[in-house]
């Protein structure tokens, strides 16, 4: 955990085990943490990967992941797709946006990649995809603005 | 509880007790209860209010509510309010949709109006806006699929 | 025409003839022009309607008023409903979103109306229905950005 | 034109001369051929390209491409990029929303590429991007829903 980072808004700290070992998640933020905790790490090739794993919390009463859950994680998402143009800075969501493409069942390895469709200002975009298992579940665009410096 | 209607997707009861008292909710659904639960009722003119009371837990690193718990909300609210579109019958989410206007901290009352503005096929349309203490915290668009007969 | 305001973006003028008699429309937007024209007025409650007439011009292949002609509309409304926010700023479109509720037909009297969720900062959020004579056609949500004194 | 289909909705032909020679458009849908018209070919990975070339005509009163334009241009391209998944069946828009990223001036090659994020059933889902000469412009998000056979 000597990895941790923190900042007003949380500690970014490391996973040191388990499934996710190696990859990165806030503490410090209760719905977050609550709703997942979600994960996400840099790949080889610049990109940001976001992941949890699905359990019986996740669902509705229809026994799929709640869409809520999937946007909740979609806006985790955002920014970790954006760790690169926000460099730090903090950001809100101004608009987030999904497309319900498929279920995820208990059990499913939840997954989101994207990528940021214009950044540099203060506005950044992005749009992504969420899938269980694979499967597309969500389509994904967000805006999100720069807050500040940290 | 006796006003309790069993479908296979939970059952639908109304609160004795408390802030909600006389309102509904589900009894079933591990994502929403966790997150919310969520609390709705039917006005005299015929709209649907949906509620709750934010807390420490709804929030983000920040300290205001996490996006994601408002779209959860919203989610909620997408049902609630094609009531009587939906006349019984189950639906999926096809498209949620916000625009974040305003932050909203512990303790605030949250409610979501909204109306149908196409309801009727299977294919039903939503709008409304979400407020913490009365003021704008999220507007939102959804579209819902009829899926059969419960 | 003595009305007319003149900006680096074009002229707001006023109809002094026709069905629009009195309403504003802006010359110097070439595509908006051949969309339309596209007229709005300041009601009496300070709401602002957009209209235009449905012709021939604006269907698509099956006889029903394009989904592009929706939009461009909705477009010129967002505008027009954030009238007041922007005090005469200009502003350009970050979002633009729309639910295909119904159609419209050749004939007939296409309107706008909405209001802004969100104004007073930068990022002005509005929300509308575009109705053709009366019936709901397009659900549409925008976020624009002001960008300077004019 | 000996290539032209026709359809209750218009030809779809091919251009026999000019920059497009060899690509696909419609005839028969007033708002879409006086927006553009605008065209499209299968490439040989067998997803759709969509382009026209930005003239005076297109822009908007600052002098960059009218909103407008962009979303009438992709609500062209959502049919396009489903090509395969329509299989030649009508569809109508559902929903189309638009994040504007960059400006497009005349002289620019306006290009749409996507992907069905969903198809198979009644609903597709898709996404896209709207580039000017090769410079992120429009990402774009589409729901399209099958009606018939044709």
């Not at 709703?35 to 610049?46: I, L, Q």
């Not at 969501?93 to 493409?101: Q, R």
């Amino acid at each position: 955990m000597s990895e941790a980072v923190e900042t007003s808004y949380g500690a970014l700290k490391v996973m040191d085990s388990g499934e996710f070992a190696g990859w990165r998640f806030w503490e410090g933020d209760p719905f977050e943490t609550r709703s997942g905790p979600f994960y996400y790490r840099r790949e080889e090739d610049g990109s940001y990967t976001s992941a949890f794993r699905a359990e019986a919390r996740h669902m509705n009463g229809g026994g799929f992941m709640h869409g809520g859950c999937l946007l909740t994680f979609a806006d985790f998402a955002l920014f970790a797709i954006a760790t690169d143009a926000l460099a730090g800075d903090h950001a809100v969501t101004l608009n987030l946006a999904g497309d319900f493409l498929g279920s995820v069942q208990s059990g499913a390895l939840v997954e989101a990649r994207g990528e940021v469709t214009r950044g540099g200002g203060k506005t950044i975009f992005v749009r992504g995809l969420v899938t269980g298992d694979g499967s597309p579940a969500l389509s994904f665009t967000g805006i999100i603005r720069r807050l500040s410096k940290r």
